[in-house]
């Protein structure tokens, strides 16, 4: 367990707003940036990175929006204005379940299977036994007719419950000042900063600091020579946490008795095919009880990750090739787990192909 030292209100608005350090970004060599400096992320042409510069350009063409391609720590595609901040809706939920494991490393959560219901949340009887981990996978059964771990349902009103757990009970603090502690995700020296919205904490970033969190994932919690987060976290969680045949919600009223409201959507919502293939709010390429035949991407590599948002706002981890895509307003469209033509699988095809 790693306490770590509270940093008031004051301090951390003048550790944000005054640093001025600039440095280069680099999975293999950035510093962790513990004055809170920002990094300029190095730009390097797409040959010396091992890709194929008009393969990356046909990527761009076809996800459009605002995006950039990072290899070994160095932007080898950007395109569209990589400072401007905007919601990354449900891809921000990842960096919640990033926060959690922050949280039990710090000794402030015992575990993800420790029962929310220890931080006074005056749940039913059916929802006591709801952890983090059930919060994280999508089988809560908050406002469902269900019992926790009993069945998948992509639940915004639990995702509801999962930040206001963490901020309100758990960090007991500004999201922005949780999050952007310099011993948390601090450490990655955005260049822009994260916002949180008031109503739902949900979180708007630029593509090159989404870039940042999604290559603390492909790094497996290293900065630089610092290991900011354990590895064993991601060993333990960089998988699927839904088995495959966990069986689907049943069609029910949405029943949010706390009155706790949605992180955007419903409690049965957007996609039923994460069974098998969704953990700790990542999207994973495994096969799935909705597609047990074929992978999520059939034509990306078997380790590929995503985090996926509304409105074409969504990342993406390929670890044996040492790749993140982010793009902001693309055209994603939506998940459709085994489809070949789908335009996340083709997306990813072409980011694979650009890597030989």
Known sequence: MRMIPHVSRRDWLRWSATASFVAPWN?????????GGPADWPVREPAALGLDAAVLDQLAEHLEGRGCVVRDGCVA?????QAVRTDW??????????????AVEEGLVTSVDQPIAEFGWDLKPKDRGITFRHLGSMSSGYARPEGPGEAWAYNDFAIQLYQQTLFDKVFRDDPRAAAEHPARLGALGFQDGLRFREKNRRLSGSVRDFARIAGFWLNRGRVGEKQVLPERYFDEFMKPQTPRDLPLTQPAETDDYLGIGSYGGGSDHFTRCGPGVYGFNWWFNDFGGSHPDVRTWPDAPTDTIMSIGARGN????????GLVLACAD???TDLKCGDRKSRINRALALLTQAAG
Do not use: E
């Open 314 to 321: 969504s990342s993406a981890i390929i670890p044996s090739l």
């Open 27 to 35: 999975l293999a060599g950035l510093q962790a940036f513990d004055d």
């Open 330 to 332: 693309g055209r994603w």
């Open 89 to 102: 809706f449900s891809s921000a939920k990842p960096v919640l379940s990033t926060l959690l494991f922050f």
């Open 77 to 81: 595609k950007a395109w569209g204005d």
